[in-house]
């Protein structure tokens, strides 16, 4: 019927949407408030009076999109690296049981269509940063900064993904469902 | 039929999908600075023409009383 993958997507970028699209609004207005600029809320938006307030509280609400991805995708990597059920020591394991927060445990579906969401938040976040770098409506270091957390999570995100590939491939050499037939009662010749 | 649906359904998510991720991010447009307001073109080039004409006539004849009176 419908696609698995898609739906799953679909589901993952529910949450982040919203929360991006509430940091966004209340970060330009309690950057204004805490910098005293003076903006008018009218059908287009929010109005400043000034080019250089647009740009002040356009890199700052723009950062504090930034550091939101960056907790999201920190939580997630964290998630892939030590709550992977592929990863996941025995030990580990059994404390979370005891614990009974065996639902931290997910699995590669779930934290790789999670990733992947907030990966291409984050990459967009960086194409349209260099479009207004581009046009003077944000500072370069805002910009910069998410270059930054892009590469970092990109890389993290590999060796997670590389882990995985690797124990997927060690898991096929030493294939447990393997038949042996063992023959009992011979002689000791 | 079937893998029409599929392809009908597939296409409405991906849609959904792609809004989803550039909602946050249409969001940028919500930000403006106060633009200066704007006169009538026409009212602009006849008060021009006229300030001009105004101007121009005065120190032709000024002018030319001082330098060349005849």
């Not at chain 1, 919203?18 to 330009?28: A, D, K, T, W, Y």
């Not at chain 1, 590469?151 to 038949?179: A, G, Q, R, W």
């Amino acid at each position: 019927m419908f696609s698995r993958i898609l739906i799953k997507l679909v589901d993952q970028a529910v949450v982040p949407a919203m929360l991006l699209l509430v940091v966004r609004i209340l970060s330009v207005i309690f950057v204004s408030r805490h910098f005293g600029i003076e903006f008018t809320v009218g059908q287009s938006g929010f109005v400043f009076k000034m080019p250089g307030d647009y740009v002040l509280v356009n890199s700052y609400s723009t950062l504090a999109m930034i550091c939101v991805l960056s907790v999201g995708l920190l939580y997630i990597l964290m998630k892939s690296m030590y709550l992977h059920e592929t990863h996941i020591t025995p030990s580990f394991t059994a404390k979370l049981f005891s614990m009974r927060l065996s639902f931290f445990i997910q699995s590669s579906f779930d934290l790789y269509s999670q990733g992947v969401v907030w990966m291409s938040y984050l990459y967009l976040l960086v194409f349209v940063g260099a479009l207004m770098v581009m046009f003077g409506l944000i500072y370069l270091w805002v910009l910069l900064s998410a270059v930054v957390l892009a590469i970092i999570s990109t890389y993290f995100f590999v060796v997670d993904i590389e882990n995985e590939m690797f124990l997927e491939k060690s898991k096929k050499n030493n294939d447990v469902n393997k038949e042996y037939v063992l023959t009992f009662g011979g002689s000791n010749e | 039929m079937n893998k029409m649906y599929r392809f009908i359904t597939d296409g409405v998510l991906l849609i959904l999908l792609f809004g989803l991720l550039v909602l946050p991010l249409s969001t940028i447009g919500l930000l403006q600075v106060k633009t200066t307001q704007t006169v009538p073109t026409e009212e602009v080039l006849s008060e021009s023409t006229e300030s001009t004409s105004s101007v121009l006539r005065e120190p032709v004849n000024y002018q030319h009383n001082r330098y060349n009176p005849q």
